[in-house]
Nanobody
Framework: QVQLVESGGGLVQAGGSLTLSCAAS????????MGWYRQAPGKQRESVAH???????IYVDSVKGRFTISRDNAKNTVYLRMNSLKPEETAVYYC?????????????????WGQGTQVTVSS
């Protein structure tokens, strides 16, 4: 019912920057929280940053001051601007959204995940 499509990953040198995007599409009535997670090889998926529908944000301590999450509600899109990237931040980055969908007069709220986008930071 809802598709999340990430883009913007790639290869960057340490200290460089990337901006990830995640666009949601489908039978969307509203989107509540949107966020980014990452999973490095051999490690558990970790939360990176989240933003509410009202624009409140929260970050994992390790990225505070370097990453910025934002969203465009008109486009159902969330962004993650990543500055001063470190090699240890090499991971697959996943978008996550809590979405209210509709079919006729029925409503349902679910959490959806994107397919992930690879970010590789070289030293």
């Amino acid at each position: 019912q809802v598709q999340l499509v990430e883009s913007g990953g790639g290869l960057v040198q340490a200290g460089g920057s990337l901006t990830l995007s995640c666009a949601a599409s489908g039978r969307i009535l509203s989107i509540q929280n949107m966020g980014w997670y990452r999973q490095a090889p051999g490690k558990q998926r970790e939360s990176v940053a989240h933003i509410t529908s009202g624009g409140s944000t929260i970050y994992v301590d390790s990225v505070k001051g370097r990453f910025t999450i934002s969203r465009d509600n008109a486009k159902n899109t969330v962004y993650l601007r990543m500055n001063s990237l470190k090699p240890e931040e090499t991971a697959v980055y996943y978008c996550n959204s809590r979405v209210t969908t509709y079919i006729g007069t029925s409503r349902a709220e679910s959490v959806y995940w994107g397919q992930g986008t690879q970010v590789t930071v070289s030293s």
